[in-house]
């Protein structure tokens, strides 16, 4: 089975000379592996960072070694614990058509009362895994968000964004959504959103106010940040008094090393502003029952509807990470291999 | 009585042409209020985002109108009750040599006990009142900076800052503060710094980075901010993981409406930071009674010292004010009348 590997290290934007697909070894099973065959892949954001040499919350990819990231396998060969062949398992063995999987690639089995209910397998590396649980924890944990808030979201079409839309409108919020372009604002106002904002077409800051005004709210309660920069410092701008920022992700900025130029920042002493960063991991096993039970109920309801974008074969995968940072997807960015 | 009234709005640095020393109208007492003679008045950074024409937490001085702000006057005349002439008044009637005082000037009766112990009535303007107080609530409340922790404190030769430096330090904390100049950073090591970095002498971040190494400290745990721009910056290149801001103020940025660069805002997410602004007043109340048994005690055993910068006479209140933009004040800065 074939890998990508990370050939060398990208300075800003990654390209596909970075990348490279090259068969794994095909070793016996020991004792705590499984064998799979992957079937979803996921590509987020996040992995730009571990392709640089920096201490940083996720390790770095190692140059010349397969890259791993979010997967969901079929087990083909089990000497691991409760695993049968058969099973479906979220793990992280990514970037891979499959292999061997031990306990450091976290495999859990996919609950089967959710698969029977209907629900697909690939939405646990969505709606109800990362970028779902990413979501639910930064709208309704980080930034405490509650029935009648307005909130701003940035990449709304995202998969992040879109989950923090349709949860913040089915807690009745006021939710502004930006999104690059009027086909993904669109989508962003179908989800429920009370305005869309294409940043594409103009600044953020005049739109945003421009927003508020039409909608009769004075500011923001709550940003749940996905991009950073120009969006982040109009934030700064309109939030009301104790406004709580979720900070996800600064996409704008991860491919970048020039300085955000804030100019709003200030604002956090008058306004009392609370920030603050999250990571999905540090806080998903303490509210994993709560979340799965709250966001099945929201996806069956149709409160929350599923959203792909899908590259077809494991030699696409470079092709569907690049695609986050152009802009490309409309919901989650999967690989289907 | 005279008064200094705001003439006109300052852009950018406020000059003296920006006030007048006027007479207040000598006029008879209503039922509640007093009339005092001011003993000391105090100058605070806040109050020059009073002189714009924006909303902000505090209210706008309105223009050929008497300025306010805290001071310390003696009762001369009172139909309030609960007040006698001799009494001493912490109100909010400041940048006058007294007058009229009702209740929206919040007097309000320094206790006796800790007079007759001997605190200084002028230490309910800084240490026992808005600087410390300030002080104690941003360190231990908001950044909730607990024993162990490394902490860095910008400006940590003001009113605020060394009082952050000195409860820290009683707390067995870690501390590094910046200051402007070899004598003020002379000061911040006598009050008990690890280290006191000069900003004014070179970039902030290299030199937080080498005391740093110096301490064997990996990076910073809680930063109290006074400054913002550069030291802000600094503060996100360093903080550890779950570090915690207490942003009280940014004198860089006051005058000065370009933009901040911020190079490490980034880090905000794979740090975890938590960012928070906050004001004195929201949370005074709540802790008031904590707040004056622990630091009336910690001026008591000498663990936190008063440190004053005092102008002479009604006529210096301006130039007094306009000095803590030049970074002329050690410790508090006050006008004696």
Not at 58 to 79: C, H, Y
Request: glycine share 10%; net charge negative.
């Amino acid at each position: 089975m074939k890998a990508w590997h990370l050939t060398s290290r990208p300075q800003g934007l990654p390209t596909i000379d970075n990348f490279a697909l090259r068969d794994l070894p095909d070793t016996p099973l020991d004792k705590d592996q499984l064998r799979v065959r992957n079937l979803w892949l996921s590509v987020d954001p996040y992995m730009r960072g571990r392709m640089n040499d920096a201490k940083s919350y996720a390790a770095s990819f190692q140059l010349d070694q397969p890259m791993t990231g979010g997967a969901i396998g079929k087990v083909l060969e089990s000497r691991m614990e409760g695993f049968a062949p058969g099973d479906l398992v979220l793990h992280m063995g990514g970037w891979r058509e499959g292999g061997v999987i031990g306990l450091d690639m976290m495999p859990n089995k996919l609950p089967t009362a959710l698969l029977d209910a209907g629900l697909p397998p690939q939405t646990f590396l969505h709606n109800m895994g990362l970028t779902g649980g990413t979501a639910w924890i930064g709208l309704l944990r980080v930034a405490a968000a509650k029935p009648g808030d307005t909130v701003f979201v940035s990449a709304s079409a995202g998969a992040v964004g879109s989950a923090v839309v349709q949860i913040a409108k089915a807690r009745e919020m006021t939710v502004i959504g930006s999104a690059g372009g009027a086909e993904k604002c669109a989508w962003v106002t179908e989800l429920g959103a009370d305005a869309a904002i294409d940043y594409k077409a103009a600044p953020v800051l005049p739109q945003l106010a421009a927003a508020l005004e039409r909608l009769g709210k004075p500011g923001i309660d709550v940003y749940f940040d996905n991009v950073g920069g120009e969006h982040l410092d109009a934030a700064f701008a309109t939030a009301n008094d104790f406004a709580r920022f979720a900070i996800c992700g600064m996409i704008d900025v991860y491919n970048d090393a020039k300085p955000q130029e804030m100019k709003y920042l200030i604002r956090t002493i008058p306004a009392r502003i609370r920030m603050e960063g999250f990571i999905y991991t540090d806080q998903f096993i303490d509210c994993m029952e709560e979340f799965y039970a709250d966001m099945s109920g929201l996806i069956a309801s149709g409160a929350v509807t599923i959203r792909e974008t899908v590259h077809e074969g494991i030699e696409a995968a470079p092709e569907a990470f690049l695609g986050l940072f152009s802009g490309e997807n409309i919901g989650k960015m999967l690989v289907r291999v």
